[in-house]
């Protein structure tokens, strides 16, 4: 997990830039990083590009003032092992229920998720959205999208 503590971390200053140009704040939370077997440096640049999706969608869309990155391990039942969580949240607007299914960017990020093996969920209300992906202790071998 380390090697995506370090590409989060690298990636930090862009996304900041980019909030900041748009008038929003960054909340940044890196917690412990669970080991992941098999990530490799293509399934770490589809991690960074959901979240830099996710946040475009919120600077376009939800008309938020805040976006904050959560990093942490979670425990997945029914099994109990260790994933790696990221969730992406924003104070904006909330997504309809059509947008949640297809709109605005979230099949590409569902498509990338799904490249590398992850699970994503898109928690939406009226106090804002959360993308939350889910990376398993260990990945499949990287299929890169045809």
């Not at 990636?11 to 917690?31: D, P, S």
């Not at 996710?54 to 376009?60: E, V």
């Amino acid at each position: 997990g380390e090697d995506l503590g370090m590409a989060l971390g690298a990636t930090r200053h862009r996304f900041e830039r980019r909030l900041k140009q748009a008038g929003l704040t960054l909340g940044w939370h890196l917690g412990d990083i669970p080991a992941i077997e098999g990530l490799g440096p293509h399934t770490v640049l589809q991690v960074i590009r959901i979240i830099q999706e996710a946040i475009n969608n919120a600077i376009k869309h939800a008309g938020a003032t805040q976006i904050s990155i959560h990093v942490f391990a979670a425990t997945c039942p029914p099994q109990g092992a260790a994933i790696t969580r990221i969730e992406v949240k924003d104070d904006g607007c909330g997504l309809t229920a059509e947008q949640q299914v297809g709109g605005y960017g979230l099949k590409n990020i569902k498509q990338r998720a799904a490249t590398i093996g992850a699970n994503v969920d898109i928690i939406s209300n009226d106090g804002g959205t959360v993308v939350r992906l889910d990376l398993p202790a260990s990945l499949p071998f990287y299929q890169p999208l045809s």
